[in-house]
Structures are given as C-alpha cells and as structure tokens.
C-alpha cells in the first residue's frame, strides 16, 4: 500500500501495528491534515482538518453514563481483567470509540457492537490518528481480511511435484494445507494379510508322508498365527487382523483341544490305511483396524473378520518294496514312495547260487517296463522282463497279509546294478 503526498507543505506517514489496533502516526510533526483513501492510493491533503483525539484527555468509562455516538471516546478495562487470559483484550487498558448510541451500562465488554476499540491507552499519543478518523482506512483493512486465500483448480495436474501427484485436483485447499502437499507427500502403509504355520510331527512343512499301511502312530500337528502388518504402523497397532479367535483342525481322530491356544499343539492318534489321509488347519480371527496414513487419514479399509488359507498335511499309506540291495541273501526293506510310480533298486552283485530279487506289492501295480542304468553314458537301457522270474507270494506287514510279486534274476551271473521299474 502506497502513501502518496500531495500538496504543500508535505507530510511524512507510516502504518503500526500495535498489538490488536492499526493506525496511522504522524512522522512530521510539525503539519496537519487529513489522509484520504482515493483512487486505489493514500493522498494527504492539508486543506481537510483532521479529528484528533487528545489521549490524555479521555475519561475512564463510566458505568452511569449514556454515549453518543462517534463524539464519545472512552478507556476501559474489564473490572474482572485479574481473571482474565493473557489474550483476552478486555484485560488492557484500551481506548474505544462509541460507534452507537449506548445506556447507562453498556460497555464495550457487554456490548462490543456499539464500541470500536482504537489501541492501547498507553500507546496512544497527541499525535495519534485512529483508523476510524481516516477515510477509507477501515474499508480498505477490511478488503484484506477478506481477500480469499484458499486455492481451487480442477484442471488435473500434469505431472509430479514433491507430494503432490499427477493428476490431481484441488478444492478449496488454504496455503497451508497446499505447502504441506507439496513438501509433506502422504504416505501410505504396507498391508501385509494374516497368515499361519501348519506342521506335522511327520513331514514338518512338507504336505505329504509316506507311512506303511496297518503302522499305529501319534503324529502332533502344531500352528502358529501371525496377525500381519500394517507397516508404518501410522498410529495404529500394526497388526492387520484382529486377535485370533480359534485354531480349526479336522481329520481322523483329532481330539478335543484348546481352539484358541496359541502356539497350538494337538497329538493326533492314528493306525495307517492304504492310501490318502488328509488334516486341514486355519486360523480364525477377528477384524483388524482401520489403517492409517501417515496424516492420519483412512487409508484402505480394516481388514474383515475372516480364516486365514487353508493348510493340508497328508498321510499316504503303502506297502513297502523289498530287494536285495544290502546283501544277496537278505531282502531289505526300501525306502517307501507311492503306489504306480517308478521305483529305482540298487542292487549288489549275484554270488554263488544266490541271485538278485525284488518284491514288489501288487498294490503297487502291474510292472511293465525295465530299465537298468549305463554307468558309461548316463542313460537309462531298457532290459527284457523276461531275464526276470516272477511268483506269488504274500508278506505280514504290520499284522496284515499282503500279496506280492517277486521278480528273481535268471540269466548268468551279474554284478551290482541299479535297475528302475515302471508300471
């Protein structure tokens, strides 16, 4: 705002601020006149007089006394001022100008429409000019404070600067909020989703073991849950589900135990059948909380009571295969694999009238192919089943008698060789 001079003699003028009130303050001394607002700019004119206000001559407000309006300028402070806060202008001293006519009583604290406060009554001067004696002053501080300082724009920004995004739009936004924007970016957490281990005392985390049929077992199944993350936790627990409410466990023979025990541990008895047997497990839980950003805004959505996924550990039950793999005249016991898939033997070499055998179940399957692996290449060769004698017999396993076939060599004799057979 520019303060012009006009006129002669001329006059030197500045705007203070003293605390709550605004005024213009003669810097010479030595003139007076009026300062008039006119045309967008501040003119002094010595030819208009101006109202001063003689600060040393303004009574104190009386509570008897009725004002008229702007002839009436009184100091006041609130009679309960010691009680007052620090920022609460009624407990100063201040000078007020009547701006409407008031009755006996009515004071700029009971009734601040009918009072216009001018400043301070220490810091008020005999050369001191109150805004509402210059024309147009007030209209102009007026226009200020009301000058609208929030942002709009719906034209979709066209790229990314620091936090503010491409794409984006603003409302109504206040410079504060938009300099938060861009120097702040908010942040987003990472969710991570409830999850739980499941293993078995079997297979540990595998999902599968081979057991042979008629075996009675104790398997213990055991699970832990991890409610997940919400990470920056941003005001939250950072956990994404709620407590967990109760293990789920089924299959054969699962007993009564604590659901909602966690680690859960539960001792499973079970007597092996052929074939598959399977035990599921999840972890029930209760909702989550609303994430949060790093603003404290919501941020996705909490996260639904639900199950974690469904976890399986199976028994497979076979009956196992027997070769001559340790010793010529001992059948051992090999490692047991599932029924109808290829089986490896290594076998050790004939001696005397002893010669290689294997026993294969015939739940296993009907064995259709032979192939015996060439050390010098690497590959597998197929051989004749027919260099193979096969016969019935059956075999106790596990209390349970079990038909097989044994496939005994009878060609010349061999040495040691590992020989793979197909269904």
Known sequence: ?????TGKPKGIYRI?????DVRLEFINKTHRGQIIFRDDLWLFDPGIAVNRVNAYGIEEWSPTEEYVAED??????SPDSENLSEDDPFKYSYIYKCVEGTLAGESPETHPTKWLRQGKSDQVSETTIFISDVLGLEEYLESIA?????YTNTTPTDSTIGGISAGTTFENKTMQEMWDMLLYPEL????TNPSATFLSSLSGSSSTAYREVGESITVTYTSTFNRGSISPAYGTSGYRSGELISHNLTGPGVPSYTAGATPMSVAVPYVVILGTTTWT?????AQGEQPLSNKGNAYNSPLPAGNTNTSSKSIIGVYPIFATSASIDIMTKQSLSAHGVAKQTALVAEAGAYKQTVDIPTAWGTVGRLEQYNTLSGSWDEIALSTFTVTDITKNINGNVVNYKRYTHN????????LNWKV
């Open 72 to 77: 009436s300028y009184v100091s006041y402070i």
């Open 188 to 191: 987003f957490p990472t969710l």
């Open 281 to 285: 497990h999840n972890v029930s839980y």
């Open 16 to 20: 203070i601020y003293p605390h709550d």
């Open 411 to 418: 060609g010349p004799t061999i040495g040691a060789r590992t």
């Open 1 to 5: 705002m520019a303060l012009n001079n």
């Open 146 to 150: 009301n000058i609208d300082t929030t």
